[in-house]
């Protein structure tokens, strides 16, 4: 299966921006809120990367889980570097090794995302081609 980077990269790009976004915004008092704010930005960096790619779902899927596990790599990096240099490497190590396992929970609302968005234009297209015989 070939990889289609321009979707990767702008799924990365949209996961990137939401985390930098909801960095600044949220503050965060539950843990449930912060399940709910983690799979929303997956989803939606999954969806873009799904819908861009297109074809078939799993296609959409591959393409999610990359964006969205690039954009929260590249977030948990910058998170430690800040952690290091505010709060000292304790902290820091204790960050890097949770943001560690939570990455295999960022990739699973990106791959639910771009499993949609492949579909989603799959259906579109489909119905566009019809739209278009009559």
Same mark, same amino acid.
């Given at each position: +299966?070939?990889?289609?980077?321009?979707?990767?990269? @702008?799924?990365?790009? /949209? @996961?990137?921006?939401? *985390?930098?976004?909801? %960095?600044?915004?949220?503050?965060?008092?539950?843990?449930?809120?912060?399940?709910?704010?983690?799979?929303?930005?997956?989803?939606?960096?999954? #969806? @873009?990367?799904?819908?861009?790619? *297109?074809?078939?779902?799993?296609? *959409?899927? &591959?393409?999610?889980?990359?964006?969205?596990?690039?954009?929260?790599?590249?977030? &948990?990096?910058?998170?430690?570097?800040?952690?290091? #240099?505010?709060? %000292? /490497?304790? !902290?820091?190590?204790?960050?890097? /090794?949770?943001?560690?396992?939570?990455? $295999?929970?960022?990739?699973? !609302?990106?791959?639910?995302?771009?499993?949609?968005?492949?579909?989603?234009?799959?259906?579109? @297209?489909?119905?566009? +081609?019809?739209?278009?015989? $009559?």
């Amino acid at each position: +299966m070939r990889i289609n980077w321009s979707a990767v990269i @702008t799924g990365f790009v /949209v @996961t990137l921006v939401l *985390g930098f976004i909801s %960095g600044m915004i949220y503050a965060g008092s539950d843990a449930s809120v912060a399940v709910l704010h983690w799979g929303t930005i997956g989803i939606l960096g999954g #969806l @873009t990367a799904g819908y861009l790619v *297109g074809g078939r779902i799993g296609s *959409g899927a &591959l393409h999610g889980g990359i964006a969205t596990v690039f954009g929260s790599l590249i977030l &948990l990096v910058i998170a430690a570097f800040t952690t290091l #240099l505010f709060a %000292g /490497v304790v !902290p820091m190590f204790s960050m890097v /090794v949770l943001g560690l396992l939570m990455l $295999a929970f960022y990739a699973i !609302p990106g791959v639910l995302g771009g499993a949609i968005g492949s579909w989603a234009k799959s259906r579109r @297209t489909t119905t566009e +081609m019809v739209g278009t015989r $009559a």
